[in-house]
């Protein structure tokens, strides 16, 4: 098994671009969430589906934000504008019938 | 209210010595689940140990044990015999419902640093 898998591991990007990061969860797990980890804020729950559904998202932190989970493989989140603020970790995490697996996280950086 | 409380914002310890990580929760749900997660500077999340509200006994996981007092609502982590690859971050986050379908909630994470 391979794990969760991120993409990209880093991204550096400027200001006023759109950033996509992506996601693909265990197979057989049918829970995928979004964390972000910053400093001033510690780890914290973006969105998360089940079956592909999105089941809460009141951790988006504004329209900026976007995530997709077209199939039970693969999930986007995507940031438009980007903005320095958003300079974080994100990390996608699946989670099957026990237990929550991250992945290995991308690093966003705002310029 | 802060669910999730780790009120260590860093720890030292000697090596093969045993520490202690602190965390409390606070939750009205009868069933909820706890867990402890490491971080290395690396930056990956690596689970260590799952304790149940309802399970009796204390979880053991090799050199990782949870210290459960429900009552106290504390879910303590301890490591015996530290080693110098137990520097890292430690994080206790906890899941709210029975069927394990929701999302975790974090604490503010304990920075362990162990000392040769």
């Known amino acids: 098994d391979a794990g969760v898998i991120q993409s990209p591991r880093h991204e550096v990007t400027e200001m006023g671009q759109e950033v996509t990061l992506r996601c693909k969860p265990i197979s057989g797990h049918d829970y995928l969430f979004w964390y972000r980890q910053t400093m001033m804020r510690g780890l914290e729950l973006l969105i998360y589906f089940n079956n592909n559904v999105p089941i809460d998202d009141s951790g988006m932190p504004e329209d900026r934000f976007s995530a997709k989970m077209p199939n039970a493989s693969f999930s986007t989140l995507k940031i438009q504008p980007s903005e320095p603020r958003d300079s974080a970790v994100y990390f996608c995490?699946?989670?099957?019938?026990?237990?929550?697996?991250f992945g290995s996280g991308t690093r966003l950086t705002v310029v | 209210a802060q669910k999730i409380t780790q009120t260590q914002p860093g720890m030292f310890v000697q090596e093969k010595e045993a520490v202690t990580l602190d965390c409390t929760y606070d939750?009205?749900?009868?069933?909820?689940?706890l867990f402890w997660y490491k971080q290395p500077s690396s930056g990956e999340m690596i689970f260590l140990i799952y304790q149940g509200s309802y399970d009796q006994q204390n979880a053991t996981e090799g050199r990782y044990s949870l210290n459960f007092q429900k009552a106290r609502k504390s879910a303590n982590l301890v490591i015996s015999a530290s080693q110098l690859g137990d520097s890292a971050m430690y994080f206790c986050a906890m899941r709210e419902g029975d069927t394990g379908r929701r999302a975790l909630t974090f604490g503010s994470g304990t920075r362990l640093q162990v000392q040769p």
């Open positions: 995490a699946s989670s099957g019938t026990y237990g929550y697996t």
């Open positions: 939750t009205s749900d009868p069933s909820y689940g």
